[in-house]
């Protein structure tokens, strides 16, 4: 379907609780409505970023108390993933301060992906800008999605950064489908746009020539000494109202409440899940910003009936696997590395 702005603006603006209904039934047919993705989120390089986005702790332009980290190396982030794995994620993403990677760096990301694939689960990066041949050998590696957000709006993105364009970051999506990778792409919510801003955000990521297979609806976590640490913060229920939307039109698509979870109580993040959203980010940090602890999580999804979705393996998988993290972790031990 195609979304134009006044269909989106239709959609948007409908009574919350006919939303909310629409959402659910849409939900329902295409997806198991006891069933909820899990996924962490590592930070791999933390800070030093040269981008300019004014939420964000990491960009080395403003002063927010961040201590600028190297590229771990391999085994620390392998250690990470099969924590993920045992607390229940499926989908272990790592994330780089980067406007975008080196080539120098290129050999490790890949065993990232290699060593994480190897323990059975889903791989996800964020790196920033990416060349055709970097998307390429990300995919040959195996790494299954991309995560690049659009932010906001195209008319609102200037006002947000300023050192890449709105343009720079759909180039980005283009090259990792072209590469075969999966893509999460989404929003921020409390940016100080306006409805509009939102319903331009839905319409841009819906009428991508393929919907991302993750939506992440984030909500701003205001960090002291970036330019919105004094931002108001978001109506609780216009949050609710965006994630119905995302729902109902990208019916297909996983949609994740994500950064700002920890804001929420559990009755707000129970009407998400009504409004069907169907993943979260899970573990006590994403990247720089708190997240509510695995304990609080689980006994959330027990009073609302969930179930965590599991990635499954046949057994040649799971041979195939222990093979590949065995020359993961001898190529890792013969070139130790870290890079800035």
């Known amino acids: ?33 006891q069933e909820i993705q899990m996924s962490t989120l590592l930070s ?29 190396e391999v085994e620390r982030v392998l250690q990470s993933a099969r924590q993920a794995k045992e607390a229940g994620s499926s989908r272990f993403c790592m994330g780089a301060a980067w406007s975008n990677p080196h080539e120098r760096d290129m050999p490790y990301l890949e065993e990232m992906v290699k060593g994480v694939k190897a323990l ?16 390429e050998r990300l995919a040959g590696a195996g790494l ?20 890449r ?45 393929t ?44 949609v994740r409440i994500a950064a700002g979870r920890e804001q929420m109580n559990e009755q707000m993040q129970a009407m998400c899940f009504m409004a069907g959203a169907n993943s979260i980010f899970y573990g006590c940090k994403l990247l720089t910003a708190t997240n509510p602890d695995e304990s609080q999580d689980m006994t959330l999804i027990r009073k609302l009936g969930l179930k965590i979705q599991r990635v499954r393996q046949s057994q040649t998988d799971e041979e195939e696997g222990a093979s590949l993290l065995k020359s993961v972790m001898t190529a890792d031990n013969e070139n130790y590395y870290q890079a800035v």
Not at 52 to 66: H, N, W
Request: net charge neutral.
């Open 44 to 72: 791999v390089k933390t800070g030093g970023c040269p981008e300019d986005c004014k939420y964000c702790s990491q960009s080395a332009r403003y002063k927010t108390g961040l201590r600028t980290e190297k590229l771990l």
């Open 1 to 33: 379907m195609n979304w134009t702005i006044d269909k989106t603006k239709a959609l948007f603006n409908k009574p919350l609780l006919d939303l909310l209904y629409e959402a659910q039934r849409v939900h329902r047919q295409h997806f198991d409505p």
């Open 144 to 163: 299954d999605y991309y995560s690049h957000n659009l932010d906001t709006s195209p008319e609102y993105y200037g006002s947000i950064i300023t050192t």
């Open 120 to 135: 059975g689960l889903e791989t996800c990066m964020t790196l920033g800008k990416l060349t055709d041949s970097q998307a």
């Open 165 to 209: 364009t709105y343009q720079d970051r759909l180039t980005t999506i283009e090259k990792v489908r072209a590469a075969g990778i999966k893509v999460c792409s989404g929003g921020i919510l409390g940016l100080g746009e306006r409805d509009a801003d939102r319903i331009g955000l839905l319409a841009q990521l819906a009428n991508l020539p």
């Open 211 to 254: 919907a991302p297979e993750s939506v992440p609806i984030n909500m701003l976590v205001k960090v002291a000494g970036t330019p919105l640490e004094n931002n108001e913060p978001v109506d609780p229920f216009e949050y609710i109202r965006v994630i119905a939307v995302a729902r109902i039109m990208m019916p297909s698509s996983y």
